[in-house]
């Protein structure tokens, strides 16, 4: 269902909106317009244009809320006025701001220490101070790594050959740390000899002191000094956020309150009435909460409120908000992927729902998986809201429904009775078609009976809508419906071996409806009175009539046997399991495998499960939907919810 809309019009001094606002609108859910775009015919009308106070102070107050959260409580317990919020906000941005910075030099000076430990440990087997090697005048030293692979080539036939002293200090799977000294006047070629075998030189800044053990214990010291004090920033900035969390809190839910107020201004205008400033709101509302508005601002004197009931007079189109049982709420995903439905059209989510689980257990027809489908799907439901959930529930009953009629459970057809039918067995005699699965006879017989009812859908929603050539002419209107009545009764009279009035019933009522669609369009002309000129003359349009005919006749019956497929998957799923249970060795009469049972019920039920779910959305989209269903509504998108 969709619910009836009421626009309205909110005026009152300039200076009172944000009361407005606060005090009233915040509690209801209202669509709003534009009030420029709307009221285009009253005069001295501009827009309301001020800048957000509050929007600085609420960023503040989000950039804290997301960094903290796990310090702030969920819900704010307090109110508080937007002037205290926005002090509260500064003050303790303020706060952190500080100890943030300090915590950030702390860190970055501990990262500097790192990289120096870093660079000093490999160093450790060197025992001689750093400071007295750096101090060297006329031998030049390096220390560097170089790969394992070339250290021992380096090592074997190189080393011994040059003038070169090489301490080696600490060593892994890929290098060993070294450090070399070569006499000043060589060192440009002993460094060149270095570099050939890959020497990765690594500098040691000039503030190590001692050996580099006595360096690395120093420089540990010092980290682990930087480290005592971020824990003492961190300390603070905890004790700050959690003493003034609850006041954070209930300032940042003022705050976003205040701020989403004030942009109400973007939809409102200003008028000015001799030394007054007005402001003008205009938006939906449903007619309940319409009415309970309307009511309770009738004692305020600066508050005034105008509902305008002749939609000739609104320049937008009423938004669309469905309002269906609980049951069926989760079929609405399913609506809202195709196209919500425009204010004055029928909501299909009803019919989606009946139709989609009732042919979903057609062809899915299993009384042992169907309830694990129904409470599988419901427990998710109600856990995570999630609505695919929902459906898959919805469907589990129908599923069980038809396991029943089908005498199936968990595969099993020797457990219970059928109470309607074996599908891979029961086969009726039809005259001119011989023996025929009964299931496939019965699935065509629904899609017949869907599709009449998808015309008489579209014939209310093109009345709704005043189009004359849906209504009566169209291929899926009065024309249609009467047409596809006839073709359904001639097969159904046939069947049943009455031919003599099907073929009374095939000469009246299908050449009179052909003969209404093939001249739809000047019908439609002399209906709304209007002139129809033929485009292309006399000879263009008989032949573009004749093979729009010839496809609408095509696509009454594929789109009739495109419901076989309910009866294909239903003998399919029976097929499906019989073999699981052949696997399983459980019809051979001896042990049963029930792994394979369980495992083959999970793989059935997944797999098969998905492949209905998605032929059955197909069926609906493109056999009921078309048929009818436009889609065309805009969704209503309330400025606030009620409370």
């Known amino acids: 269902m969709i619910e009836k809309m009421k626009f309205l019009s909110i005026t009152g001094p300039k200076a009172d909106i944000d009361r407005v606002v606060d005090t009233y609108l915040s509690r209801y859910e209202i669509h709003l317009e534009n009030a ?34 796990d310090m702030v409580p969920v819900k704010a317990e307090r109110s508080l006025e937007p002037e205290a919020a926005a002090r509260i906000v500064r003050e303790l941005d303020e706060k952190l701001k500080g100890l943030s910075e300090k915590r950030e030099g702390l860190l970055a000076g501990k990262a500097e220490m790192e990289r120096s430990r870093d660079q000093v440990v490999p160093f450790k087997g060197l025992n001689y101070d750093v400071k007295d090697i750096l101090k060297f005048q006329f031998i030049k030293f390096r220390f560097g790594r170089i790969s394992r692979e070339y250290y021992e080539k380096f090592a074997n036939y190189v080393y011994e050959t040059i003038d070169t002293l090489m301490f080696k200090c600490e060593e892994n799977e890929e290098y060993v740390w070294i450090v070399y000294f070569v006499p000043e006047k060589l060192a440009d070629k002993i460094d060149a000899i270095y570099a050939s075998m890959h020497f990765e030189r690594l500098y040691l800044p000039d503030e190590y002191e001692g050996t580099p053990v006595e360096a690395g214990q120093a420089l540990e010291e010092r980290i682990g000094e930087l480290q005592r ?9 905890r004790q700050a956020v959690e003493g003034r969390g609850a006041e954070l809190a209930a300032a940042y839910a003022r705050l976003k309150t205040f701020s989403v107020n004030f942009d109400v201004r973007k939809m409102a205008a200003c008028t000015k009435h001799d030394d007054h400033n007005f402001y003008i709101l205009c938006g939906w509302m449903t007619e309940e909460d319409a009415g309970r508005f309307q009511k309770e601002i009738e004692n305020d004197a600066d508050t005034f409120c105008i509902i305008e009931d002749n939609h000739n007079n609104i320049m937008s189109t009423p938004p669309t908000k469905m309002k269906n049982p609980k049951l069926f ?15 004055n059209e029928i909501d299909p989510t009803v019919l989606i729902g009946l139709t989609y689980s009732f042919l979903f257990g057609f062809m899915f027809g299993d009384a042992g998986q169907g309830l694990c489908l129904l409470i599988g799907g419901f427990l998710l439901y109600r856990l995570k809201k999630v609505r695919l959930a929902g459906i898959i529930s919805c469907c589990g009953v129908f599923s069980t429904i038809f396991g029943f009629l089908f005498g199936s459970i968990f595969g099993f057809e020797d457990i219970i009775d059928a109470v309607w039918l074996r599908p891979q067995e029961a086969m009726t005699n039809l005259p001119f078609v011989g023996r025929l699965n009964t299931v496939f006879v019965v699935a065509i017989a629904i899609g017949m009976g869907i599709i009449l009812l998808c015309m008489v859908l579209n014939i209310i929603n093109s009345v709704r809508s005043h189009d004359v050539e849906k209504i009566y002419f169209d291929t899926n209107g009065a024309a249609g419906l009467v047409f596809f009545f006839a073709l359904a ?45 033929i485009e292309g003359g006399l000879g263009m349009f008989i032949t573009q009539g004749f093979f729009e005919l010839f496809e609408v006749l095509l696509s009454y019956f594929s789109n009739t046997l495109s419901f076989v497929r309910v009866g294909a998957f239903a003998v399919s799923h029976a097929a499906m399991m019989q073999v699981v249970l052949m696997l399983a060795g459980a019809e051979a009469g001896g042990n049963t495998n029930w792994a394979v049972v369980v495992g083959g019920n999970l793989f059935v039920c997944g797999m098969e499960g998905l492949i209905v779910g998605i032929q059955v959305l197909r069926l609906e989209y493109y056999e009921l939907f078309s048929r009818f269903y436009r889609g065309s509504g805009r969704a209503f998108e309330p400025y606030g919810k009620a409370s």
């Open 329 to 343: 709420k989760p079929f609405e995903m399913y609506v809202e992927m195709y196209g919500l439905p425009a204010y």
């Open 229 to 237: 004090q971020i824990d003492e920033v961190d300390s603070e900035i």
């Open 36 to 69: 420029l775009s709307e009221l285009k015919t009253v005069k001295d009308l501009r827009p309301y244009i001020e800048a957000n106070p509050y929007k600085e102070d609420l960023a503040k107050a989000q950039a804290i809320m997301d960094s903290y959260h």
């Open 489 to 533: 009764s001639v097969i159904v009279l046939y069947m049943s071996g009455r031919a003599l009035p099907a073929t009374a019933v095939l000469t009246v009522m299908f050449v009179i409806p052909l003969l209404v669609m093939f001249f739809k369009e000047p019908l439609t002309a002399i209906v709304e009175k209007k002139a129809e000129k």
